[in-house]
């Protein structure tokens, strides 16, 4: 029983971090042959080099998975969601293009996880989740809050012995430090490629956790007669980009 609840009082949340969900329509083939695909990929590594890290294809020369025609369908689907997504936080989408950078499988075997991290190269980063059941046992995706605006009291979300009641919801709704995500096969997520992000533990008996990451970028849209010039606040189209070095082709 709270003492001094009130219906008088609202607690309104502000400044929201736009995170999307989407469970994709795919067809069970496809992500056979992805998941399939993916592990061949990777071949005979067990990991990324530092102890306990999963393994990740953009430090291990897959970083194009989008190029691959298997993935087409994938590409399609992503394209969709995120103009929709760009639509809901209200951008034009004629003033924007949004591009592929890069794209990866991610393989956490039983004992592995990724570190905290965020992609300070993107702006959007996008997740496909390829096995995954909701209960988080191959380990979840751990959002960091970026800001805790409501740590009253400095550290007390973190700290042990502290002012919040252990179980209630709302220490979780107001004050979380992070926030997990389980996956669920075919789920597709979006969220600022700025927002820390890190993947637990898998700690599964035998279950490999399976995803793809991409780093999308949003940029100005490609030129025309009419309008070559970009917006101020957006990277030109990369057609306008020219080397410092003049002696180095951009596209050779
Ligand atoms: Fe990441």
Redesign the pocket.
Known sequence: MRPHSSAELQLEPLFPMALARAQLHLDPLDLAAWMQQVLHLRGAAAGNPQHGCAWTGDINGVWQLHRLPLFAPLVRQLQQHVEVYLQELGFDPSQVLPMIQRSWPVVSEPGQQ?GR???PNAHL?ALLYLNGDGRGETGCLRLFAPHQCNELVPGLSVGHGGPLREQDPARRRWNAPWLDHAPVAGELLLFPAALD?AVTENCSADEQRLSI?FDLVLCSPRPTPENATPAEYLSPHPSQWDPLRQDEPLNP
């Open positions: 990724v991290h965020h992609h980063s992000h990451a």
